[in-house]
């Protein structure tokens, strides 16, 4: 990732006609260091300029941005550490191919995470916003589908104003589940939890018509052959498997595993997630049907039975 983004160019969408970087911080002090290199205050202001600070990112952030699109803000609002530990153990031993295209996925799911924190702190709810713009970010990519259309954030460097619409009113009732928490006193240790998470997941809140022109339609034959373009054969044989289990079945692997803690946290909520995409007639993405396919695997060695 450090090697793709340094020749990575972001887009001049301000109008400028400057073109910049985002700059991945793979080790602690590398963005100081390469300033630093820059001798003269003319060089230095010339780099701040490619490289602006607030596109600056590091190995936790990226883990905080995958997670929360990936629906795990519980494991998020475990701080940096625990959710970076988590993040690698979900990767297994299949890295994603980390390309020109995956780290502009990558940063517009920043993009996106920095536009939720400005929202969320203007809305003055006098804390917790960490943990309310990972679940805001969590709960809109459940509804939508992971729907969000990433290369668009990616080629205006922005969210859109509806979108940000719908973060502003969804970011409301998120704010009323974290700060109501069940069965502990502390409001922290409650957005760890992944029944905050199933509570917050369950707020009836539908997309806004005037929000659809912001999503990819993966109705679309043109979309379905980029997918199906894009899929290797294990990977559909691992969807195919994944998807012939019945939703409720998923549902009913959720519930176990949280009874027997046969497996861990976020294994649960990927079950959960799987269950929620098949019982609304979503498409479910390699790598979920990855994750599900070995945790499937993993509940049936403990003694699971599959009806």
Known sequence: MEKVTRSLWAPAA????????????????????????????????????????????????????????????????????????????????????VDAAYCQRLIAKAILFRATEKIVSAREFGGYRANIVTYTIAKLALETGQRIDLDRIWREQRIGPLLAAAIDELCVP????????????????????????????????????????????????????RHAATTSETEAA?????????????????????ETHNLQPWQRQIAFTVGQYLSKGWDISPKQARQAYRLIDEARRHGFRIL
């Not at 760890?192 to 005037?210: A, N």
């Not at 691992?238 to 949280?258: G, L, P, Q, S, Y």
């Open 14 to 97: 301000d109008g400028s006609g400057q073109e910049t970087r985002w700059f991945y911080e793979r080790a602690r002090g590398q963005y100081a260091d390469a300033l630093a290199r820059e001798r003269t205050p003319a060089r230095q202001r010339a780099f701040k300029t490619l490289h602006p600070l607030r596109q600056k990112f590091t190995k936790g952030d990226a883990a905080k941005f995958e997670h929360s699109w990936d629906q795990l803000p519980h494991i998020v609002s475990r701080g940096a550490e625990k959710n970076f530990r988590e993040f690698m153990i979900r990767l297994g031993d299949k890295s994603p191919n």
């Open 238 to 258: 691992e969807i195919a498997a994944v998807t012939a289990i019945a939703a409720n079945e998923w549902f009913t692997v959720a519930r176990w595993a949280k």
């Open 174 to 225: 998120v704010h009323g589940i974290i700060t109501r928490p069940v069965r502990v006193a502390n409001v922290t240790e409650w957005a760890k939890r992944p029944e905050c998470w199933s509570r917050v997941s369950d707020i009836p809140w539908q997309i806004p018509d005037r929000l659809r022109d912001e999503l990819i339609d993966l109705s679309t034959a043109a979309a379905r052959g």
